[in-house]
């Protein structure tokens, strides 16, 4: 399968600061991809959709102005965590689909943020 | 009542079982899958379905879309198969959006 990076695989940073995380498709243009968040024992939830050239799509109770995601380019979308609490403190995956008709999803390792 | 549910939430196996993991689903679904999750938290991409049955190695994954049903199968279970096996669907409705299973967590014991 297609290859989904992520970077980086952890960050611990202080409350207040930002956080950016990167995620790269390696081996196809991910027009579509998206970015999940996980707390303990829970399954993954989805916090917007991102298409290559456009602006994301935040579902419901996901603040856009502290999510800040850009999707600059077909093989990269990156996520920044603005002004980070320890509440924020989470597991942040990432996937990618390819264009369409290619709709299957790759997901990336994840990132783990900590924030004190 | 959850769009896609799992059973069991827990199996615990000894090594070389048959396992078996349900899914069912209540929307209209243009495909389904089935993702692994280790201990480590990265996510693999097991199988994706639209209808009938995928075998890859020990992982065979079946789906009735009739019936909103699927299941994965691992046959001669090992030690290193202990992962969350998670089911997700793409709704008809919802173009690329997946909907999650709360998984389930297996653990082989040698």
């Known amino acids: 399968g297609a290859v989904v990076s992520q970077h980086p695989s952890w960050v611990i940073c202080k409350s207040g600061t930002s956080v950016k995380i990167e995620c790269r498709s390696l081996d196809f243009q991910a027009t579509t991809m998206f970015w999940y968040r996980q707390f303990p024992k829970q399954s993954l939830m989805l916090m917007a959709t991102s298409n290559e050239g456009s602006k994301a799509t935040y579902e419901q109770g996901v603040e856009k102005d502290k999510f800040l995601i850009n999707h600059a380019s077909l093989t990269l979308s990156t996520l920044t965590v603005t002004s980070a609490h320890p509440e924020d403190s989470s597991f942040y995956i990432c996937s990618a689909s390819g264009g369409a008709g290619y709709n299957e999803q790759f997901f990336g390792p994840g990132t783990r943020l900590t924030v004190l | 009542k959850n769009e896609v549910e799992q059973s069991p939430q827990n199996l615990t196996a000894q090594e070389g079982e048959f396992i078996t993991i349900n899914c069912s689903y209540s929307v209209g679904i243009s495909a389904l899958h089935w993702l692994q999750q280790h201990p480590g938290g990265g996510i693999v991409s097991l199988f994706m379905?639209?209808?009938g049955k995928k075998k890859h190695g020990r992982l065979i994954a079946t789906i009735n879309i009739q019936e909103k049903h699927s299941s994965l199968h691992i046959t001669a279970s090992h030690p290193r198969d202990s992962a969350v096996y998670i089911c997700?669907?793409?709704?008809?409705?919802?173009?690329?959006?997946?909907?999650f299973g709360e998984g389930t967590q297996l653990t082989v014991n040698p």
């Open positions: 379905l639209s209808s």
């Open positions: 997700a669907v793409r709704a008809r409705t919802s173009g690329s959006r997946l909907t």
